[in-house]
């Protein structure tokens, strides 16, 4: 049996499972498909700062639009990490379409103002 905390909501239902089609401790339908989905292509949605070149910020926080493959998102923190902005930077701004292939785009989700 392995234990899956569920992660959808604050709830944070312990669920069990024995690895194939049985599974326990949810309580709602969205911690079963989140229990499936653990099992078999497990993802989450990247979360991290880039580079800012003449703000009054030396980072922006950025983050994938949609959940990705957690087999992928080494190799998507590499892609980030090289990634600089100049100021002015919008909120939302689209900075990398369909990271990865995944249909995901990564974006900023923060205002930096330039100097
Ligand atoms: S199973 Fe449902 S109620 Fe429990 S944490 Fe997941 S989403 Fe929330």
């Not at 980030?80 to 292939?101: Q, W």
């Amino acid at each position: 049996m392995k234990e899956i905390i569920c992660i959808v909501c604050p709830n944070g239902c312990h669920l069990i499972t024995d690895g194939a089609d049985r599974i326990e401790g949810y309580k709602c339908e969205r911690g079963l498909d989140y229990a499936k989905a653990e099992m078999t292509n497990p993802t989450r949605v990247l979360t991290s700062t880039i580079r800012v070149v003449g703000g009054i910020h030396r980072r922006c926080s950025v983050k994938t639009d949609r959940p990705i493959s957690k087999v992928l998102l080494m190799e998507a923190m590499e892609r980030v990490n090289s990634l600089e902005v100049a100021a002015p930077v919008e909120c939302g701004h689209v900075l990398i379409k369909n990271i990865m292939g995944t249909e995901a785009n990564l974006v900023t989700t923060r205002e930096v103002a330039g100097i």
